[in-house]
C-alpha cells in the first residue's frame, strides 16, 4: 500500500549558494534508492514538499528539470524553520523529499505556440525547469519563439544569470532580464517586471504566457497582459498557499472550491477570474 | 434484502459473539454529566442504551484521531534521521448504535481521504476497514437535527453495515454489506409485518422534522455571487471563531501536520492534528502574507466550503449531514441553518429563516 505522506530519501549531493545576501541556496540531491528516482516522475511546475525529520515539511517549487537525468534541485529562500534548517545542512546529509505535486504548466496541449514566461523574484525556480525542458532539442522544436521576462531587486538577486546567458544564445529565446532601480554594475533593463511587459507589449498571436511571482507582481502583471490583448485562457499562473498534506485533503491551500496542491499550484487566468482572491 | 430480528432480551449474546472478534464501542452516557453521550467500549454484561439524542463528540476520531502518529524518526549517523514508518493500530472494532447521520459522514470522507492513487490516506483507509459500524435509525429526532435538508436522513443507510431499527421489544436488523450479512447470520428472519413497522416508524420521524432551510438557490448561484453576499459580516459580527464547530462535526477535516522532537533526544514523531479553518493561523504564509487574514473571510469559508464548494467539486454532495451539533453546541448561537437560509435568500442582504 502507497503511503503518499513518507518522503523518499534523499541525500544532499551540492549545495550551492545563489545570491549576495546569501538567502537564497539551490541544493542538489540524489534519492537512495534508484526506485525511488523511477517514482519521482515529474513535469516542469510540479512541486515537492521537502522533509526534515524532527523541524518538518515545506512546499518547495522544482527547479530542475526532467530532462536534467537524475539531477533534482531546489532553490530555497530561507524563512521560516524548515529552509532554514536546510540552509545548515551539508553534502552528504540525508534528508526527505515528497512528491511530485500538484499539476504543471500546459506545454503539452500547447505545441506550436510562442511562449512568454514571466518570473518575478524566487518564483522563477519552477520556471528554470520549463525553460531548461525546453532547450531540450525534442521539445525546442515543438514551440515557437520563446520571450522570457525575469526581475529581481538588484543584480545580487538574480538566480541562475549564467544559464540564462547560455538560452539567449540559442535560437529563438530573447531573455528580458531587469532589476528593479539602476545599479553600477548593471547595464541591463531597470523598472519592475510589469513595466518591463508594458515596455516589450508581447503579441497574445498564437502564444500562451506562463507566469509566476509574487501576488504584487501578479496583481500588476494581469492588467498589462489585459492591455496587450492578451485573454484569460491563454495566461497561466503558478499560485503558492500554505500547505501540509499535499494532497488535496488538509485543507489549509483551499481557494474556492480549488486546492492549490492538487488542483493547482497552475491555474488559468480564466479560472481564477472565478474564484475569490484568497491567495 | 433479508431483514433480521434482534431481541432487546438477547442483545447481550449479541454483544458478546461481536466481542469475540471485535472491541465494541457504543454510546454511553457520561458517568459525570448525566445527558452527555460520549463513545465508550461495551463490557461483557453492559446493555447498550436506546434513547439517547446523539454522542457530544462524532465517532469520525475513532478513524481519523483528534492527535495520529503518521511516522517516527530515529538518528543514526552523525545527525541524519531516518523515517521510520508507524505501525498500524491494528484493533478490530464495531460501532454499536452509530447514528445514520454519523456514518454518513464518515461514508462522505472516504471521498475526501481516499480520491485516487495520489490521494490514498493510508491512516483513514486501513482504520476504515477494521471498523464495523452498526447503525440505530433515529426515531425521535431533536429539534437541532436537520438531516433530510443535507441530503441524508433518521434512517439513513450509507455508511452502515447494518442498520437497526428500534422496534420497541425487538430491533429489527437490515444488512447493508457482505460484512453485515455475515454478522447478522445467526439471526432469526424478521415476521411479515416488521419492515413494514419500520418503515411506519421512519416516515413518522421524518415527518416529526420541520423543514428549516433550503439549498435550492445555493446551488444556482455563482461562486462569487455568494462569496460577496454582504451577509458574512453579520455573521462574522458574532463567531469567536473558537473552533467548536468544527471539531464536533462528522465531516470536518482539515489537518495540521507536525513534527515532535523532544529536546536531546534522539527519536521523534511526525504527527497530524486536528485543524480548523478559521483559525488565523490557519492559512498564514511563512513571508507574513495571509489570504484569509480577516475574521469574515474565515467565517465565510466555513459555511461556502459545506454548503458550495464541496459540491461543486463533489458531484453535488454537501459537505454536512445535519447532525445539528454546531446548532447545539456553539457557544454564540450561530445556527447554520440561518446562514444557508440568507445565502439562500432572493435578497442577497436577507438575514435568515424567521423564528
Same mark, same amino acid.
Given at each position: 500500500?502507497?503511503?503518499?505522506?513518507?518522503?523518499?530519501?534523499?541525500?544532499?549531493?551540492?549545495?550551492?549558494?545563489?545570491?549576495?545576501?546569501?538567502?537564497?541556496?539551490?541544493?542538489?540531491?540524489?534519492?537512495?534508492?534508484?526506485?525511488?528516482?523511477?517514482?519521482?516522475? !515529474?513535469?516542469?511546475?510540479?512541486?515537492?514538499?521537502?522533509?526534515?525529520?524532527?523541524?518538518?515539511?515545506? #512546499? &518547495?517549487?522544482?527547479?530542475?528539470?526532467?530532462?536534467?537525468?537524475?539531477?533534482?534541485?531546489?532553490?530555497?529562500?530561507?524563512?521560516?524553520?524548515?529552509?532554514?534548517?536546510?540552509?545548515?545542512?551539508?553534502?552528504?546529509?540525508?534528508?526527505?523529499?515528497?512528491?511530485?505535486?500538484? $499539476?504543471?504548466?500546459?506545454?503539452?496541449?500547447?505545441?506550436?505556440? *510562442?511562449?512568454? &514566461?514571466?518570473?518575478?523574484? @524566487?518564483?522563477?525556480?519552477?520556471?528554470?525547469?520549463?525553460?531548461?525542458?525546453?532547450?531540450?532539442?525534442?521539445?525546442?522544436?515543438?514551440?515557437?519563439? &520563446?520571450?522570457?521576462? !525575469?526581475?529581481?531587486?538588484?543584480?545580487?538577486?538574480?538566480? @541562475?544569470?549564467?544559464?540564462?546567458?547560455?538560452?539567449?544564445?540559442?535560437?529563438?529565446?530573447?531573455?528580458?532580464?531587469?532589476?528593479?532601480?539602476?545599479?553600477?554594475?548593471?547595464?541591463?533593463?531597470?523598472?519592475?517586471?510589469?513595466?518591463?511587459?508594458?515596455?516589450?507589449?508581447?503579441?497574445?498571436?498564437?502564444?500562451?504566457?506562463?507566469?509566476?511571482?509574487?501576488?504584487?507582481?501578479?496583481?500588476?502583471?494581469?492588467?498589462?497582459?489585459?492591455?496587450?490583448?492578451?485573454?484569460?485562457?491563454?495566461?497561466?499562473?503558478?499560485?503558492?498557499?500554505?500547505?501540509?498534506?499535499?494532497?488535496?485533503?488538509?485543507?489549509?491551500?483551499?481557494?474556492?472550491?480549488?486546492?492549490?496542491?492538487?488542483?493547482?499550484?497552475?491555474?488559468?487566468?480564466? =479560472?481564477?477570474?472565478?474564484?475569490?482572491?484568497?491567495? | 434484502m433479508q431483514y433480521k430480528i434482534l431481541s432487546k432480551d438477547s442483545l447481550a449474546g449479541f454483544v458478546e459473539a461481536l466481542s469475540k472478534e471485535y472491541t465494541v464501542y457504543a454510546p454511553k452516557r457520561d458517568k459525570k454529566v448525566p445527558n452527555k453521550m460520549v463513545w465508550k467500549v461495551l463490557e461483557a454484561d453492559e446493555t447498550p442504551t436506546f434513547e439517547f439524542v446523539n454522542t457530544e463528540m462524532s465517532p469520525k476520531d475513532f478513524v481519523?484521531?483528534?492527535?495520529?502518529?503518521?511516522?517516527?524518526?530515529?538518528? =543514526?549517523?552523525?545527525?541524519?534521521?531516518?523515517?521510520?514508518?508507524?505501525?498500524?493500530?491494528?484493533e478490530r472494532r464495531v460501532l454499536l448504535n452509530v447514528r445514520p447521520c454519523d456514518a454518513k459522514g464518515l461514508s462522505?470522507?472516504?471521498?475526501?481521504?481516499?480520491?485516487?492513487?495520489?490521494? $490514498?490516506?493510508?491512516?483513514?483507509?486501513?482504520k476504515r476497514e477494521r471498523t464495523v459500524m452498526i447503525g440505530l435509525a433515529c426515531n425521535n429526532p431533536c429539534p437541532s437535527c436537520f438531516c433530510l435538508?443535507a *441530503?441524508c436522513g433518521p434512517h439513513h443507510e450509507a455508511g452502515l453495515d447494518i442498520l437497526m431499527v428500534d422496534l420497541g421489544v425487538n430491533l429489527l436488523v437490515k444488512p447493508l454489506t457482505e460484512r453485515g450479512k455475515s454478522i447478522a447470520a445467526s439471526l432469526p428472519d424478521a415476521e411479515a409485518g416488521e419492515p413494514e413497522r419500520a418503515a411506519i416508524i421512519k416516515r413518522h420521524a421524518e415527518d416529526a422534522m420541520k423543514?428549516?432551510?433550503?439549498?435550492?438557490?445555493?446551488?444556482?448561484?455563482?461562486?462569487? =455571487?455568494?462569496? %460577496?453576499? #454582504?451577509?458574512?459580516?453579520?455573521?462574522?459580527?458574532?463567531?469567536?471563531?473558537?473552533?467548536?464547530?468544527?471539531?464536533v462535526?462528522p465531516?470536518?477535516?482539515?489537518?495540521?501536520?507536525?513534527?515532535?522532537?523532544?529536546?536531546?533526544?534522539?527519536?521523534?514523531?511526525?504527527?497530524?492534528?486536528?485543524? @480548523?479553518?478559521?483559525?488565523?493561523?490557519?492559512?498564514?504564509?511563512?513571508?507574513?502574507?495571509?489570504?484569509?487574514?480577516?475574521?469574515?473571510?474565515?467565517?465565510?469559508?466555513?459555511?461556502?466550503?459545506?454548503?458550495?464548494?464541496?459540491?461543486?467539486?463533489?458531484?453535488?454532495?454537501?459537505?454536512?449531514v445535519g447532525c445539528g451539533r454546531?446548532?447545539r453546541l456553539?457557544?454564540?448561537?450561530?445556527?447554520?441553518?440561518?446562514? &444557508? *437560509?440568507?445565502? %439562500?435568500?432572493?435578497?442577497?442582504?436577507? =438575514?435568515?429563516?424567521?423564528?
Open positions: 500500500m502507497l503511503n503518499p505522506y513518507l518522503p523518499y530519501p534523499v541525500r544532499i549531493s551540492d549545495v550551492r549558494v545563489e545570491t549576495e545576501d546569501k538567502t537564497l541556496r539551490t541544493f542538489e540531491f540524489e534519492f537512495l534508492h534508484e526506485k525511488d528516482a523511477k517514482a519521482f516522475a !515529474y513535469h516542469p511546475g510540479q512541486f515537492a514538499e521537502l522533509s526534515i525529520p524532527g523541524v518538518g515539511e515545506s #512546499p &518547495i517549487g522544482i527547479a530542475s528539470s526532467p530532462t536534467e537525468g537524475n539531477k533534482l534541485l531546489f532553490t530555497v529562500f530561507r524563512a521560516g524553520s524548515v529552509t532554514s534548517k536546510l540552509h545548515g545542512m551539508k553534502v552528504g546529509d540525508v534528508m526527505g523529499v515528497r512528491g511530485p505535486m500538484g $499539476n504543471w504548466y500546459p506545454l503539452d496541449q500547447n505545441e506550436g505556440k *510562442n511562449l512568454v &514566461i514571466i518570473a518575478g523574484g @524566487y518564483a522563477v525556480t519552477t520556471l528554470r525547469s520549463t525553460m531548461v525542458w525546453l532547450q531540450d532539442p525534442k521539445n525546442r522544436s515543438r514551440f515557437g519563439e &520563446i520571450d522570457f521576462i !525575469y526581475g529581481a531587486r538588484t543584480p545580487g538577486m538574480l538566480l @541562475y544569470r549564467d544559464e540564462m546567458e547560455a538560452w539567449q544564445n540559442k535560437g529563438g529565446v530573447r531573455c528580458h532580464v531587469t532589476v528593479d532601480r539602476e545599479f553600477p554594475d548593471w547595464n541591463g533593463l531597470t523598472g519592475f517586471v510589469p513595466a518591463v511587459v508594458e515596455r516589450l507589449a508581447p503579441k497574445p498571436d498564437n502564444a500562451i504566457a506562463l507566469v509566476c511571482g509574487p501576488p504584487v507582481m501578479i496583481k500588476f502583471t494581469q492588467p498589462v497582459l489585459d492591455k496587450c490583448g492578451w485573454k484569460s485562457d491563454q495566461i497561466f499562473l503558478s499560485l503558492e498557499n500554505r500547505m501540509k498534506c499535499g494532497i488535496g485533503i488538509c485543507g489549509r491551500c483551499n481557494v474556492g472550491h480549488q486546492y492549490v496542491c492538487k488542483d493547482g499550484p497552475v491555474f488559468s487566468k480564466a =479560472e481564477l477570474d472565478e474564484l475569490p482572491v484568497e491567495y | 481519523f484521531p483528534q492527535s495520529e502518529c503518521m511516522m517516527r524518526f530515529k538518528a =543514526e549517523g552523525k545527525e541524519a534521521m531516518v523515517l521510520k514508518p508507524v505501525e498500524m493500530d491494528t462522505f470522507m472516504d471521498m475526501i481521504f481516499c480520491q485516487d492513487e495520489q490521494t $490514498n490516506d493510508v491512516y483513514w483507509r486501513d435538508e *441530503n423543514k428549516t432551510f433550503s439549498t435550492e438557490r445555493v446551488e444556482q448561484r455563482s461562486l462569487m =455571487e455568494l462569496y %460577496n453576499l #454582504p451577509y458574512w459580516e453579520r455573521v462574522c459580527e458574532t463567531c469567536i471563531n473558537c473552533g467548536t464547530c468544527t471539531f462535526c465531516t470536518c477535516h482539515c489537518f495540521d501536520i507536525q513534527d515532535e522532537m523532544p529536546a536531546n533526544g534522539d527519536t521523534g514523531r511526525r504527527v497530524r492534528n486536528w485543524d @480548523y479553518c478559521m483559525a488565523p493561523l490557519f492559512t498564514l504564509h511563512t513571508s507574513g502574507h495571509n489570504p484569509r487574514g480577516k475574521k469574515v473571510a474565515r467565517v465565510r469559508q466555513r459555511f461556502m466550503h459545506k454548503y458550495k464548494y464541496i459540491p461543486m467539486k463533489r458531484g453535488g454532495e454537501v459537505g454536512c454546531c446548532v456553539c457557544p454564540v448561537n450561530i445556527d447554520i441553518r440561518d446562514v &444557508i *437560509n440568507a445565502m %439562500n435568500a432572493p435578497d442577497a442582504t436577507a =438575514e435568515g429563516r424567521e423564528v
